[in-house]
């Protein structure tokens, strides 16, 4: 817990004189002011986020956390619980869809065992934070214990720092976790108050029945464990999975060192209602990638005040949007540092 807290009074807010700078040379660009749109709206971020007028943005990652989900006894989608190994050594061997994104933006990949039902063979790419194996089935009580809940969170953030350590300008977040939407589910209705037929989905693909269910086992979980709403952890350990415990340690890892992070769908979605909470200064640190189309994606965002990059109708998960994400912020940068100002370029300047 001592990390964690320190983690969390070390978040600041953005640098205003650095926004402003970047807002500055924006408007002198060879261009009609806000003519690039959100691109110039996520540079001027950024700059805040690093402290720089000028931001850099040349060492990327994406980290994508694995973690098996005890609800899954209940029945509540199509795949079994051994497809996050499979999923996983997909990941390893560089066939998945991640894989082909973050080799597209040139971000390198950082693949966690958070808590994978199954021991996997050592892979010198998949780095080893196991809280469990697996969380409990939260229709029978808490999915972990609250000790567990901090473990996770405080693994995200070593991974986090492990990786800055190594040189890190923004970093992307990922999930793996078979039953995890219903889990981020859980997590949704249970801070905001929603229910949960406003914030569930098909997931991988559920039918009208198996909707049906899912809700009712969201409803059967928040009954039998009553989260509170004004307590993150305790939302994490009795509804929560350990990838989206980890996840938000990225995040809060990643503000309490400037790094802007790029969250992909519905389940990093949920890792950041939770960091949020914590440490609500952790926000502006955060960049929506992309809204997918699994049902309460939208509302989480509204409900997280954070305006989507682009829709493309994605619902894969892994970190496939926020790859893409990646890609957007990166060209915001650029465009502010390598565009000619007028007085450079000598263009004369609109009336």
Same mark, same amino acid.
């Given at each position: 817990?001592? =990390?964690?807290?320190?983690?969390?009074?070390?978040?600041?807010?953005? /640098?205003?004189?650095?926004?402003?700078?970047?807002? +500055?040379?924006?408007?002198?660009?060879?261009?009609?002011?806000?003519?690039?749109?959100?691109?110039?709206? *996520?540079?001027?971020?950024?700059?805040?986020? $690093?402290?720089?007028?000028?931001?850099?943005?040349?060492?990327?990652?994406?980290?994508?956390?694995?973690?098996?989900?005890?609800?899954?006894?209940?029945?509540?989608?199509?795949?079994?619980?051994?497809?996050?190994?499979?999923?996983?050594?997909?990941?390893? &061997?560089?066939?998945?869809?991640? !894989?082909?994104?973050?080799?597209? *933006?040139?971000?390198?990949?950082?693949?966690?065992?958070?808590?994978?039902?199954?021991?996997?063979?050592?892979?010198?790419?998949?780095?080893?934070?196991?809280?469990?194996?697996?969380?409990?089935?939260?229709?029978?009580?808490?999915?972990?214990?609250?000790?567990?809940?901090?473990?996770?969170?405080?693994?995200?953030?070593?991974?986090? !720092?492990?990786?800055? /350590?190594?040189?890190?300008?923004?970093?992307?977040?990922?999930?793996?976790?078979?039953?995890?939407? +219903?889990?981020?589910?859980?997590?949704?209705?249970?801070?905001?108050?929603?229910?949960?037929? $406003?914030?569930?989905?098909?997931?991988?693909?559920?039918?009208?029945?198996?909707?049906?269910?899912?809700?009712?086992?969201?409803?059967?979980?928040?009954?039998?464990?009553?989260? /509170?709403?004004?307590?993150?952890?305790?939302? =994490?350990?009795?509804?929560?999975?350990?990838?989206?415990?980890?996840?938000?340690?990225?995040?809060?890892?990643?503000?309490?060192? &400037?790094?802007?992070?790029?969250?992909?769908?519905?389940?990093?979605?949920?890792?950041? =209602?939770?960091?949020?909470?914590?440490?609500?200064?952790?926000?502006?640190?955060?960049?929506?990638? &992309?809204?997918?189309?699994?049902?309460? &994606?939208?509302?989480?965002?509204?409900?997280?005040?954070?305006?989507?990059?682009?829709?493309?109708?994605?619902?894969?998960?892994?970190?496939?949007?926020?790859?893409?994400?990646?890609?957007?912020?990166?060209?915001?940068?650029?465009?502010? !540092?390598?565009?000619? +100002?007028?007085?450079?370029?000598?263009?004369?300047?609109?009336?």
């Amino acid at each position: 817990m001592d =990390l964690l807290n320190r983690i969390i009074a070390n978040i600041k807010p953005l /640098d205003e004189k650095a926004m402003a700078e970047a807002r +500055t040379r924006q408007d002198q660009l060879t261009k009609p002011a806000g003519s690039l749109g959100r691109l110039e709206e *996520v540079s001027i971020r950024i700059a805040g986020i $690093q402290g720089k007028g000028k931001p850099q943005i040349k060492n990327k990652a994406m980290i994508t956390m694995a973690g098996d989900h005890g609800v899954v006894d209940e029945k509540i989608g199509n795949w079994p619980r051994e497809v996050t190994a499979q999923m996983v050594e997909n990941f390893l &061997h560089g066939g998945a869809g991640i !894989n082909v994104l973050s080799r597209q *933006v040139g971000a390198r990949i950082v693949f966690v065992d958070m808590g994978i039902a199954s021991d996997m063979k050592p892979d010198k790419q998949l780095i080893v934070k196991k809280v469990a194996y697996g969380t409990k089935n939260m229709c029978l009580g808490p999915a972990m214990t609250p000790e567990q809940a901090v473990k996770a969170l405080e693994a995200g953030i070593e991974i986090l !720092n492990a990786e800055a /350590d190594k040189g890190l300008d923004i970093v992307g977040t990922g999930d793996m976790g078979i039953g995890n939407t +219903t889990a981020s589910s859980a997590i949704f209705t249970a801070l905001s108050g929603k229910t949960a037929e $406003q914030v569930t989905g098909r997931g991988t693909g559920a039918s009208d029945d198996q909707l049906k269910h899912k809700i009712d086992v969201i409803k059967r979980a928040m009954a039998v464990n009553k989260p /509170d709403p004004h307590n993150a952890l305790d939302v =994490l350990a009795k509804v929560g999975g350990f990838e989206i415990g980890g996840l938000a340690g990225v995040m809060l890892g990643a503000a309490a060192r &400037h790094i802007p992070v790029v969250i992909d769908g519905f389940i990093s979605g949920a890792a950041a =209602l939770i960091a949020t909470r914590l440490a609500p200064k952790a926000k502006e640190y955060i960049i929506a990638a &992309h809204c997918s189309a699994e049902a309460g &994606h939208a509302a989480m965002l509204e409900y997280l005040g954070l305006k989507p990059l682009v829709t493309l109708e994605m619902r894969l998960g892994e970190g496939t949007g926020a790859a893409l994400g990646l890609f957007i912020a990166e060209a915001g940068v650029r465009t502010l !540092n390598e565009m000619a +100002t007028f007085t450079e370029a000598g263009v004369s300047e609109g009336e």
